[in-house]
């Protein structure tokens, strides 16, 4: 009877194990899904943030060489592409938040679970201690 709680135990521990590995596993997972949302630059935003610096300053050279009604216009739309940009920006800091706080609820839940089982397993262990003591 001893020997089969032992393996039982022994399996329990195998699961949790392998439970902790699929969990390291998810993980890195998780950070390769968070670098490529917004951790990350690809390409084509590096292209546009090129286009995007020449045109800003672009508009800028034109606003200090002309006068009167270009000047605004140009100053106008140099401001409003930067205000874009930044409304761009926190957009996607914000989507970036968003998931990394709904990935990391999710491993907290994950971890509360992986440490119920933990904490059951070690009862388990410590009852099955006390008990081979008082047969002695």
């Not at 200090?64 to 930044?86: Q, Y």
Request: hydrophobic share 45%; proline share 1%.
């Amino acid at each position: 009877m001893m020997i089969d709680h032992e393996k039982e135990l022994e399996e329990e521990i195998n699961e949790l194990r392998q439970e902790i590995e699929d969990f390291r596993k998810e993980k890195e997972r998780v950070r390769l899904i968070v670098g490529r949302i917004g951790g990350v630059p690809t390409f084509n935003s590096r292209v546009f943030n090129i286009i995007f610096v020449i045109a800003i300053f672009f508009c800028l050279i034109i606003s200090v060489f002309t006068r009167d009604t270009l000047r605004l216009i140009a100053l106008e739309v140099a401001i409003a592409a930067i205000s874009a940009k930044l409304i761009y920006i926190m957009h996607n800091q914000a989507r970036v938040n968003h998931f990394e706080l709904w990935i990391l609820s999710s491993l907290e839940w994950r971890i509360n679970e992986l440490h119920k089982k933990m904490n059951k397993l070690y009862e388990e262990i410590a009852q099955e201690g006390f008990s081979e003591q008082g047969d002695e």
